[in-house]
């Protein structure tokens, strides 16, 4: 049972390279998300989504992208990246909206841009 | 403004002491709270919800809307449990809110 997978675990990138964190999963989850984790600070909510076609703005989407084609996948798209943009990146997935629901999350992926 | 604080950064105790890992919310609504922990090397992964008034691990964590507080608790600590721990809001159904997390280190 894999749950969330994300891929790359770790990754260097110099400034104004793009890259693509993927992430997927096999609950057959509706509501995913994407969050950064800045050091000292919590978690904050990037872009989320609540179905296949169907994606939303967080906190801090400024300087990504997202895509939605799949129920299973929910790439993260760094299109220009930043030195702001280091940071560790956790996917998540939540069986519904329900305030009950927890949520399962990938390994994370640790970005160095340089 | 919907908000979850975790005021300790890091929580240094010794085996066999008490623990009490504090959460303090800022909601308008009826809050949904939630404990998650990350062990080493592991992934976040939910350790306790409020709702279900359980005790994992020997953790429990009471609700106290007066104080907006959701303090997480554990009689006598175990090495086993240094790890990072988060408390969480869910608001609106969709979207959960973190605390900034407490790392919690067990001695020896």
């Known amino acids: 049972n894999a749950g969330v997978t994300q891929t790359p675990k770790f990754r260097i990138l110099k400034i104004g390279q793009s890259m693509t964190l993927q992430c997927t999963q096999d609950m057959n989850h509706n509501y995913m998300y994407w969050y950064r984790q800045d050091p000292g600070m919590g978690l904050k909510l990037i872009y989320y989504?609540?179905?296949?076609?169907?994606?939303d703005k967080g906190e801090v989407p400024n300087g990504y992208n997202v895509s939605r084609s799949t129920t299973e996948d929910f790439p993260l798209r760094l299109e220009l990246a930043a030195p702001s943009q280091t940071s560790v990146y956790f996917c998540a997935s939540k069986e519904g909206g329900g305030l009950l629901t927890e949520a399962f999350f990938g390994q994370g992926t640790r970005l160095t841009v340089v | 403004a919907q908000r979850v604080t975790q005021p300790e950064k890091l929580l240094s105790v010794f085996k066999g002491a008490p623990v009490e890992l504090k959460c303090n919310y800022s909601y308008s609504g009826s809050p949904e709270l939630f404990w998650y922990v990350q062990y080493s090397r592991q992934r976040l992964q939910l350790l306790l919800r409020?709702?279900s008034r359980e005790s994992i691990k020997g953790f429990t964590a009471d609700l106290n809307k007066g104080e907006t507080s959701f303090h997480l608790k554990k009689p006598f600590a175990q090495e086993e449990d240094s790890a990072m721990y988060y408390c969480a809001l869910n608001t609106g159904g969709f979207k959960t809110i973190f605390g900034a997390g407490t790392r919690l280190f067990v001695k020896a």
């Open positions: 409020h709702i």
């Open positions: 989504s609540v179905g296949a076609g169907i994606t």
